[in-house]
């Protein structure tokens, strides 16, 4: 049995002192608020402590790009092209390395699960690996080298556009049909800490007669289905130009909106789509950060939370890797859009980024501390000037706190973080500077 001694520990519904969490291996087996004489052996964790946290959309080889495709004017689709030359210089051994070191600063950033949404698969000319699944299985054991867990979310993508070939580095993504997609992802070797996922890149990648077969995949193997949905208008516009209805209804139309379907972005929604995914209890994944990054708009988040739509959060391109910055950002970018302020509370937003995430990739007995849970656990030391003075609180967490301030990680009764350092990667910031350097050109 491992133990651990809260100052302060936040269980869902309130903040509570002094509670002693026990483990038996990998799931936590008691967690009692108001322990006044704690086991002389329980770990001590000063400050507040949180479930670990869930990135819900990632990207990982997208981290290569900060600090280079920021300042231009452009668009998403000119920032697109500087993405698709990191694309092409890939290959399994510099992603692995690259994604651990990217897998390690969201550990320091509390984040204990990824959903890494996977489109490179192949060589640069579309050639399959020796291993087909070689850079997925890479990506797999990133996590596990950074200590955290994944799903991989494999994407199927097919087309360059509606009715438009792949062409270029996207010759890496395509399967050549969804059934060969599929028998591929049948063959992708998991772990204890690795689940597999489906992913429909975008009704841009994927045709409508193909649609169903990803899902199809999804449905059987009862994994989620992931899916980028109405990230820009052009999207919207092509697929009405091309099938005369919303990126939604035609998911709808092809069978591929169920209780396990998570829409990334939904960011340009009419208010049948918004009442159509709320109706069939569909998942959102809000990235605020790139979001606004790429001026793509500001997704209807509180009107997708009163239809009845779970949501969660993720750093998608990594702009930065802070899931308190994604809550808050959902937070403040509906007071902007609206002049209204307090749309969620500080434990909803919360929510999104631990329980929301969790259900989205399909680990459901993550991200609450109750037993019977993963024992996961972040602790946010108050420290530093962003915190001083702040009482230990989910307001604090949300509206103050950055990753930064994560002092200590555990990920299924295993210390991986420890006062701020990454106990299995070490040298996070220098392993990052080498690798980036590899594919970034």
Do not use: K
Not at 91 to 113: F, H, K, N, Q
Not at 239 to 261: D, E, M, N, Q, V
Request: a negative charge.
């Amino acid at each position: 049995m491992t133990s651990w001694h809260a100052e302060h520990a936040w269980l869902g519904d309130e903040v509570a002192a002094d509670v002693l969490l026990e483990a038996d291996g990998p799931r936590f087996a008691s967690v009692t608020p108001g322990v006044g004489r704690p086991p002389p052996d329980a770990v001590r964790l000063p400050g507040l402590t949180l479930p670990g946290l869930a990135n819900a959309h990632s990207h990982a080889f997208h981290r290569a790009l900060r600090g280079r495709t920021h300042a231009a004017r452009g668009t998403f689709w000119t920032w697109r092209e500087r993405m698709y030359a990191v694309a092409e210089r890939l290959d399994p051994a510099s992603y692995r390395a690259l994604a651990t070191a990217v897998y390690a600063e969201m550990a320091l950033a509390g984040i204990t699960c990824v959903g890494e949404f996977h489109y490179v698969h192949h060589q640069p000319d579309g050639t399959p690996y020796e291993e087909p699944n070689a850079l997925g299985e890479a990506l797999i054991a990133a996590a596990s080298d950074a200590g955290i867990r994944i799903t991989l979310l494999d994407a199927c993508y097919l087309t360059g556009g509606i009715g438009r070939p792949l062409e270029g580095v996207q010759l890496r993504f395509g399967d050549g049909t969804a059934a060969s997609w599929a028998r591929r992802v049948d063959a992708l070797r998991t772990g204890g800490h690795a689940r597999a996922g489906a992913a429909i890149h975008s009704v841009r990648a994927v045709p409508r007669d193909r649609l169903g077969t990803v899902a199809g995949w999804a449905w059987r193997n009862r994994t989620p289905l992931h899916v980028h949905l109405s990230e820009q208008p052009a999207e919207n516009e092509e697929c009405r130009a091309a099938y005369g209805t919303s990126p939604t209804r035609l998911l709808l139309g092809a069978g591929a909106l169920g209780p396990r379907t998570v829409a990334v972005h939904a960011t340009h929604l009419d208010a049948a789509d918004i009442a159509l995914l709320g109706a069939l209890g569909i998942g959102v994944c809000m990235c605020p950060t790139t979001e606004r990054d790429l001026a793509d708009g500001i997704g209807p988040a509180r009107e997708l939370a009163a239809a009845g739509v779970e949501l969660s959060l993720g750093s998608d391109q990594h702009a930065m890797i802070d899931l308190f910055e994604e809550a808050r950002a959902m937070e403040l970018d509906e007071r902007l859009r609206t002049g209204v302020r307090g749309h969620w509370s500080a434990g909803a937003l919360l929510a999104a980024a631990t329980t929301g995430g969790h259900a989205a990739l399909g680990w459901p007995q993550a991200g609450r501390l109750e037993p019977g849970a993963y024992a996961d656990l972040v602790t946010l030391g108050f420290g530093s000037v962003r915190l001083a003075g702040a009482p230990p609180g989910a307001e604090a967490a949300v509206f103050a706190a950055a990753a930064a301030d994560v002092r200590s990680v555990v990920v299924s009764g295993r210390q991986i973080v420890q006062d701020g350092r990454h106990l299995l990667v070490g040298d996070v910031p220098a392993a990052l500077r080498d690798t980036i350097a590899e594919v970034a050109g």
